[in-house]
């Protein structure tokens, strides 16, 4: 069983900054995609980007497009979710994702494991 895991989450005021991190300890994550996704009470989860294996194809939600920036550093088994500019709306769980390939990357359907999230509070 594969779990990854997150990390860097936290509270910060709007317009703040966080950097996540996403690792799995005993798994290697070359040759799979990872995602972010988001989950805010009461609402779905939702993707909010995606790298794809060796960072060949880089896909975000519109939402973020220009705030947010997805890296991996595949010699660390690392990869990583740069937030700027957060807004009070950003606020929610977040989650990495990892699988071989998906057609949709903002379907969580498509992924196969998990990490267990890591809170994003954002203050206005």
């Known amino acids: 069983q594969v779990h990854l895991v997150e990390s860097g989450g936290g509270l910060v005021q709007a317009g703040g900054s966080l950097r996540l991190s996403c690792t799995a300890p005993?798994?290697?994550?070359?040759?799979?995609?990872i995602a972010w996704f988001r989950q805010a009470p009461g609402k779905d989860r939702e993707g909010v980007a995606c790298?794809?294996?060796?960072?060949?194809?880089?896909y975000y939600a519109d939402s973020v497009k220009g705030r947010f920036t997805i890296s991996r550093d595949n010699a660390k088994n690392t990869a990583y979710l740069q937030m700027n500019s957060l807004k009070p709306e950003d606020k929610g769980v977040y989650y990495c994702a990892a699988d071989r390939g998906s057609y949709y990357w903002y379907d969580p359907n498509e992924y196969d494991y998990w990490g267990q999230g890591t809170q994003v509070t954002v203050s206005p």
């Open positions: 790298i794809t294996s060796f960072g060949g194809n880089i």
């Open positions: 005993g798994f290697t994550l070359d040759d799979y995609a």
